[in-house]
């Protein structure tokens, strides 16, 4: 059974730096077809993915938030961690890890997100 | 960045209704496009991955289609369990991922 739970603060004051925690069971980081990944959800918005780390420690983060964000793994703790610098009101939001699978067909490689945490709302306010 | 757009951003239906929900790319991306269903205070869940493969334990009365550009997704006969919110999400090429702004399905 594939579980993902998300830790660290509720609230963290503006300028902050926030780390995050992704402890997962029932799956390896240590082969090519899973990645995880951090999405997040400011309250009553559309979902933003923000970060993936492969099997192999290649990191991919999104255009907007790249200078803030820095995703690293253990693997011997089955964690993933996630850091954003600089936290502002706007980051407010539920933040999700999500293993990420990929299906590999003759036409190509289909990555999707399978697994998902519950979340954790992580509030920014002085 | 590829941009997601859905249409509509909510609708109202009838349990039995035939539900269909569109999302537009903004460039081709071929078919790596995913569907999710979010219910309040949940995280999503998977519904269709590559635009129209149904992900296993998803009834079937949920199917995806839609190449390059323009993706639907359509629920045959609405049951009570599907009014949530529907996402869309591409993969093509590399990360970066990006979502659509979401679609609420309601009840009439």
């Known amino acids: 059974q594939v579980t993902l739970k998300e830790s660290g603060p509720a609230l963290v004051k503006p300028t902050q730096t926030l780390t995050l925690t992704c402890t997962f069971s029932?799956?390896?980081?240590?082969?090519?077809?899973?990645?995880v990944s951090w999405i997040r959800q400011p309250p009553g918005k559309a979902l933003e993915w923000l970060a993936r780390?492969?099997?192999?420690?290649?990191?991919f983060y999104s255009t907007s938030l790249k200078t803030r964000l820095a995703i690293s793994k253990d693997t011997s703790k089955n964690q993933v961690l996630l850091t954003m610098t600089n936290m502002d009101p706007v980051d407010t939001a539920t933040y999700y890890c999500?293993?990420?699978?990929?299906?590999?067909?003759?036409?190509?490689?289909?990555?999707?997100?399978?697994?998902w945490g519950q979340g954790t709302l992580v509030t920014v306010s002085s | 960045d590829i941009q997601m757009t859905q249409s509509p951003s909510s609708l109202s239906a009838s349990v039995g209704d035939r539900v269909t929900i569109t999302c537009r790319a903004s460039?081709?991306?071929?078919?790596?496009l995913n569907w999710y269903q979010q219910k309040s205070g949940k995280p999503p869940q998977l519904l269709i991955y590559?635009?129209?493969s149904l992900q296993s334990g998803v009834p079937s009365r949920f199917s995806g289609s839609g190449s390059g550009t323009d993706f639907t997704l359509t629920i045959s006969s609405l049951q009570p369990e599907d009014f949530a919110t529907y996402y869309c999400?591409?993969?093509?090429?590399?990360?970066?991922?990006?979502f659509g702004q979401g679609t609420l399905l309601e009840i009439k």
């Open positions: 460039q081709s991306i071929s078919n790596y």
């Open positions: 999500a293993r990420t699978l990929v299906k590999s067909r003759s036409s190509g490689s289909y990555w999707y997100f399978d697994d």
């Open positions: 590559a635009a129209s």
């Open positions: 780390i492969d099997w192999d420690n290649d990191k």
């Open positions: 999400q591409q993969s093509f090429n590399s990360p970066p991922y990006t």
């Open positions: 029932g799956f390896s980081l240590t082969t090519p077809e899973v990645r």
